[in-house]
């Protein structure tokens, strides 16, 4: 199998037939061995009996997988790479606002460039509005400065892989999932292709700006520890300051003969004692982040490919 393309679909009775057949349409001169594994994310319109309508034309290679609820997108991903099994992998939205064309030049660049292991599209011309696009570049500022992987900007969930890179996101079973970091995370060569965002088929977009705010929260919470930092920083702040408040307040002593007033006296206290509890909240800060990040059960390494002589032998 050359490539398996994974369609999370969300109340897209609209879209799906389209979707069908622009990517028959697009592939028929060109790729001949491919599946579709579309995954309705527990769609509440007939986008399940569109899917099985598909199904049922026995045309192409097609795997449906149904959820028994909405779980989200991130999920749908995770479940229709599980059962990708082409060479390459494609993750496409259902709504047509990527075209399978784009697909094909993807193919091209992994197959002319073996170095390269995963093509990523990227939307060279943002068409959201000012405020939007505000929100979302300080979004990428804000992560890029706190996480240890880069983040880049306008880069979709639109990509496509080779075999061991879906096994490496495989391996990466976190519940609250973050695409855009996964991605990041597991490294491997990637090729940024500029492309064109469509507008949609026919319904609508499941984002409203509360959800992406959400997201972009989840985001830096799956990837970076820092804001469970923030009272070391402070804290040591608070302490170090106190401390040259006594010692400033003990040279005025030994110098003017100048006692501590009661007031000063208490301000430098409550200074030190604050300063040491947000400490000591820092350090615990640091003990849940390790916890965390433990919690995720994330490989230790990704291995890209190991040279043995023990397996050329073999091979040979
Ligand atoms: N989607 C999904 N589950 C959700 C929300 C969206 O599977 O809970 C799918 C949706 O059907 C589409 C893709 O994710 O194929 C992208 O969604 P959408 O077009 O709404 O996002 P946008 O293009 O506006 O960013
Ligand atoms: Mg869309």
Known sequence: MKLSLVVPCYNEEETVEKFYEAVKNAFINHIKEYELIFVNDGSKDQTLHKLHQIYNLKEENIKVISFSRNFGKEAAMFAGLKQAVGEYVTIIDADLQQRPEVVLEMVE???????????????AERREGKVLSFFK???????????????????????????PVNQAILNMTEYHRFSKGIFSWVGFEVFYMPYEVQEREGGTSK???????????????????????????????????????????????????????????IIGIILLLCGIQLLVLGVIGEYLAKLYIEGKNRPIYIAKNILSYSEEEEEM
């Open 137 to 163: 570049s300080s979004f990428y500022k804000l992560i890029n400065k706190m996480a240890e992987v880069d983040f880049v900007s306008g880069a979709s969930d639109f990509r496509t892989f080779r075999q």
């Open 109 to 123: 660049v992994l197959d002319n460039k073996p170095e390269i292991d995963c093509v990523a599209a990227y939307q």
């Open 207 to 265: 984002w409203s700006f509360i959800k992406l705010f959400r997201y972009a929260v989840e985001g830096i919470m799956a990837f970076t520890t820092a804001p469970l930092k923030v009272a070391t920083g402070v804290g040591g702040i608070l302490s170090f300051g106190s401390i040259v408040y006594f010692i400033v307040n003990l040279v005025n002593y030994l110098i003017n003969r100048n006692g501590m007033s009661q007031g000063d006296l």
